[in-house]
Nanobody, 128 residues
Framework: QVQLVESGGGLVQAGGSLRLSCAASGRTFYVYNMAWFRQAPGKEREFVAAVSWSTSTTRYADSVKGRFTISRENAKNTVYLQMNSLKPEDTAVYYC?????????????????????WGQGTQVTVSS
């Protein structure tokens, strides 16, 4: 198992920016695809963004394309989510997740069932 710890959440006004970080420890980080999901109150957890173990491929939910950027630094065992032009509807708890299997090709359609390790989440609140 890999342990994941998110940080960087907070309260921001609409149009502002935040950068989330996810620090990984435990099993070898660089061989796993990584992703961010989010869950708003009363809603199901939804996919936000993912990056392949090789860093060559990324995936984004349509709702965040052009505003959010996922990246990773394998040397630091860390994955990031840069969030710009934030909207009130981005308010949620954001979770970092690691793929269940190493060296896997990043799927076109991302679901939570692909991921086996999760962080505790960090709250992002966007005020209007």
């Amino acid at each position: 198992q890999v342990q994941l710890v998110e940080s960087g959440g907070g309260l921001v006004q609409a149009g502002g920016s935040l950068r989330l970080s996810c620090a990984a420890s435990g099993r070898t980080f660089y061989v796993y695809n990584m992703a961010w999901f989010r869950q708003a109150p009363g809603k199901e957890r939804e996919f936000v963004a993912a990056v392949s173990w090789s860093t060559s491929t990324t995936r984004y939910a349509d709702s965040v394309k052009g505003r959010f950027t996922i990246s990773r630094e394998n040397a630091k065992n860390t994955v990031y989510l840069q969030m710009n032009s934030l909207k009130p509807e981005d308010t949620a708890v954001y979770y970092c997740a690691a793929d269940k299997q190493p060296w896997r090709t990043l799927a076109v359609s991302m679901t939570a069932s692909n991921f086996g390790s999760w962080g505790q989440g960090t709250q992002v609140t966007v005020s209007s």
